[in-house]
């Protein structure tokens, strides 16, 4: 019992301290009077923020969704110009989002795979079918006529990797 009490007179302590280490340089950086209950005041809304529902789901990490776009085709020719690649795959393109797909616009990471330029020796030609490069872009995607549409002027490269 008497180690709990010791425990909670520090703690009393220690915010007493640190109140009047607040006030006090409140009243040397502002020269003049600290107004001690507007002070209080932010503080406690300044942790109960912390502690409110919609902060707390911001930070908690969720997956990705995963949406469907409409113009496919258009996006890996933009991704092809942007990373000077010969070929994205459309099949392999994958976009999602974090963004409520309640919004008029989401930020969409677009992921596809991209191919070299086929490699010459000898004489032979040889055209591989496995992807050379990982394009990782971001861009911005509108709801036009209830189907999802990227704008490819707005997709900016993040990383491209190449694959062994």
């Given at each position: 019992m008497a180690k709990a009490l010791r425990i909670i007179l520090v703690v009393v302590l220690f915010v007493v301290f640190f109140e009047i280490g607040l006030f006090s340089s409140y009243t040397i950086v502002a020269a003049e009077a600290p107004d001690i209950e507007g002070l209080i005041d932010m503080q406690i809304s300044k942790i109960t923020g912390i502690f409110n529902s919609d902060n707390v789901n911001n930070v908690l990490v969720k997956d990705p969704t995963v949406v469907n776009i409409t113009n496919k085709r258009d996006v890996a020719q933009s991704l092809e110009d942007l990373s000077k690649v010969d070929g994205v795959n459309v099949d392999s393109m994958n976009v999602t989002t974090y963004d409520d797909k309640d919004n008029e616009e989401l930020n969409v990471t677009?992921?596809?795979?991209?191919?070299a330029s086929p490699s010459s020796n000898s004489s032979q030609i040889v055209i591989s079918q496995d992807p050379s490069?990982?394009?990782?872009?971001?861009?911005?995607?509108?709801?036009?006529?209830?189907?999802?549409?990227?704008?490819?002027?707005?997709?900016?490269?993040?990383?491209?990797?190449?694959?062994?």
């Open positions: 677009i992921e596809a795979l991209g191919y490069y990982k394009i990782v872009a971001e861009g911005n995607a509108t709801f036009k006529g209830g189907s999802l549409v990227v704008d490819v002027d707005s997709i900016t490269i993040q990383s491209i990797l190449k694959l062994y």
